[in-house]
């Protein structure tokens, strides 16, 4: 299972909006409603900040957003703040039973 | 309030197999709704998900194609944690690896990592 592709960096000024791509196969993404993007920082445990394509837990910002088309899951940063600058990775569940992770997108703040 | 504690060796030689356990707190392993991961990390290969023990009446078990050759998650039941096992480990298994409940949904929970370098 190889991960998912994500672009490796993504960055806007504050104020801007962005989008992360997540692209899988059929096997994955195009199949489940289980996709997750996680916001990460160094030495800190990944936080969820979508689940299920596109719900946001109660303490996130509704600034986030999920969706997803065909096998390409995307998450959407709208308002960009510094304080969004970090990792960003998304998961899918897989017709194989296991997890797969995406390959990581370095959000910068301009 | 669930925690998970880990603990295990921080440096493992080549060859040799890498064992962590996470002792499991305001939870029990036994729960229907729930899996037990684990999960690593390191620069060069980003976010890995290794595998899944879970209790349906029965437990079972998933590994990740790239170690599942390698890999074994156990229960412990009696002491309500559980363990990983990743045998002749190389250089690059080298990461931070984390325990998980549930960890791609808004009740997940992690273990407070534990970086494991291999190296002779």
């Known amino acids: 299972q190889s991960a998912l592709t994500q672009p490796a960096s993504v960055s806007g000024s504050p104020g801007q909006s962005i989008t992360i791509s997540c692209t899988g196969s059929s096997s994955d993404v195009g199949s489940y409603k289980y996709v997750s993007w996680y916001q990460g920082h160094p030495g800190k445990a990944p936080k969820v900040m979508i689940y299920e394509v596109s719900t946001r837990p109660s303490g996130v910002s509704n600034r986030f957003s999920g969706s997803k088309s065909g096998n390409t899951a995307s998450l959407t940063i709208s308002g960009l703040q510094a304080e969004d600058e970090a990792d960003y990775y998304c998961s899918s569940y897989t017709s194989s039973n296991t997890y797969v992770f995406g390959s990581g997108t370095r959000v910068t703040v301009l | 309030q669930v925690q998970l504690q880990q603990s295990g060796p921080g440096l493992v030689k080549p060859s040799q197999t890498l064992s962590l356990t996470c002792a499991i707190s305001?939870?029990?392993?036994?729960?229907?709704?729930?899996?037990w991961h684990w999960i690593r990390q390191s620069p060069s290969r980003g976010l890995e998900w290794l595998g899944r023990?879970?209790?349906?009446?029965?437990?079972?078990?998933d590994y990740a194609v790239s170690v599942q050759s390698r890999i074994t998650i156990n229960p412990d039941t009696s002491k309500n944690q559980f363990s990983l096992h990743l045998n002749s480990v190389i250089p690059e298994d080298t990461a931070i690896y984390y325990c998980?409940?549930?960890?791609?949904?808004?009740?997940?929970?992690w273990g407070q990592g534990t970086l494991v370098t291999v190296s002779s």
């Open positions: 998980t409940r549930d960890f791609d949904s808004p009740s997940g929970y």
């Open positions: 305001g939870d029990s392993i036994f729960s229907d709704f729930s899996a």
């Open positions: 023990a879970y209790y349906r009446s029965k437990w079972l078990t």
